[in-house]
């Protein structure tokens, strides 16, 4: 029965990630299409983020405010 459960919350977990990815598609689509930002502006950003520790990243975000 266990086993069961782990399959079902793995379902559940592909079916979040599939929507949060389409979510962010989405909004990355709409920002490129007004002109507000560029494919190669994403590109750059996800390139320092991942670069970053989670600590680093925490660090900027508090900078900002």
């Given at each position: 029965?266990?086993?069961?459960?782990?399959?079902?919350?793995?379902?559940?977990?592909?079916?979040?990630?599939?929507?949060?990815?389409?979510?962010?598609?989405?909004?990355?689509?709409?920002?490129?299409?007004?002109?507000?930002?560029?494919r190669n502006d994403i590109a750059i950003?996800?390139?320092?983020?991942?670069?970053?520790?989670?600590?680093?990243?925490?660090?900027?975000?508090?900078?900002?405010?």
């Amino acid at each position: 029965m266990n086993d069961i459960d782990i399959i079902s919350q793995l379902s559940d977990l592909k079916e979040i990630d599939y929507r949060n990815t389409l979510a962010i598609a989405s909004i990355i689509e709409v920002l490129v299409d007004k002109g507000i930002i560029n494919r190669n502006d994403i590109a750059i950003k996800a390139k320092q983020l991942d670069s970053m520790s989670a600590e680093e990243i925490k660090v900027m975000r508090t900078k900002r405010y």
